[in-house]
């Protein structure tokens, strides 16, 4: 079935160093890829989605690519902010709703904290 | 700020008692999810909805959870008989047929002491 991994639970970085936080899936069809970010007490909020015609996304300075060959979207930004610390989900639904219906598959999640 | 509007924010009840949350989707949106986050912040999914039909939902949700959109109405999402382990957090989200993404709201935080 499709799934999602994120390997790291938790990424701890220095304000002003990059930022990536890894995303790979698997998927039977062609898969939308998602990010959410979820800081302390709010709802998930959608960061950034996949394209189909590979147009790279970017929202408040997060970028991520979708690679098909690798079947990773990794999540990255030039430079962290102290307002970039909360909770970052990669998620996945299929084109084809036969295989993961039509639900979002989340990862398990990476706490990202970024101190001064 | 999320469109999705969800109520209680939290919700403190005892073992054996019902639970009912509710949702209230986006304007528009025909999709309603209902996940459960639980303490180490994974996903569950539970259930959703296309308009007020129900298009899956988890065996678990099939026999102690009761969950339906009615038309005109909030959504909502009911415990029949709460358990200490079905303390989480419960988010409803919201979308549109075409576009794949959901919107969530911010959750009622269950407590079942």
């Known amino acids: 079935g499709d799934s999602v991994t994120q390997t790291e639970g938790l990424v701890t970085l220095t304000e002003g160093l990059p930022v990536m936080l890894n995303c790979t899936y698997q998927?039977?069809?062609?898969?939308?890829l998602f990010w959410y970010v979820q800081h302390l007490n709010e709802a998930p909020k959608l960061l950034l989605k996949s394209f189909t015609d590979n147009k790279r996304p970017e929202h408040q300075g997060f970028h991520a690519t979708l690679h098909k060959s690798s079947s990773s979207f990794h999540l990255q930004k030039s430079s962290a902010q102290l307002s970039d610390s909360a909770l970052y989900y990669c998620?996945?639904?299929?084109?084809?709703?036969?295989?993961?219906?039509?639900?979002?598959?989340f990862g398990i999640g990476t706490l990202l904290s970024v101190k001064p | 700020n999320s469109k999705v509007i969800q109520t209680p924010r939290y919700l403190v009840k005892g073992q054996g008692q019902k639970a009912k949350m509710r949702c209230i989707p986006e304007?528009?949106?025909?999709?309603v999810f209902w996940y459960q986050q639980n303490k180490n912040n994974e996903f569950k999914f539970l259930i959703n909805?296309?308009?007020?039909?129900?298009?899956?939902q988890i065996d678990m949700t099939e026999k102690r959870f009761s969950a339906e959109c009615p038309s005109n109405s909030p959504c909502s999402l009911e415990i029949q008989s709460s358990e200490a382990g079905d303390s989480a957090l419960y988010l409803c989200?919201?979308?549109?047929?075409?576009?794949?993404?959901?919107?969530f709201g911010a959750g009622t935080r269950l407590s079942v002491l």
């Open positions: 304007k528009g949106h025909p999709v």
């Open positions: 998620a996945l639904t299929s084109l084809n709703y036969g295989s993961s219906g039509n639900k979002l598959i």
């Open positions: 998927s039977t069809y062609s898969p939308f």
């Open positions: 909805f296309q308009n007020q039909e129900v298009l899956q």
């Open positions: 989200a919201s979308g549109g047929l075409s576009q794949n993404t959901l919107y």
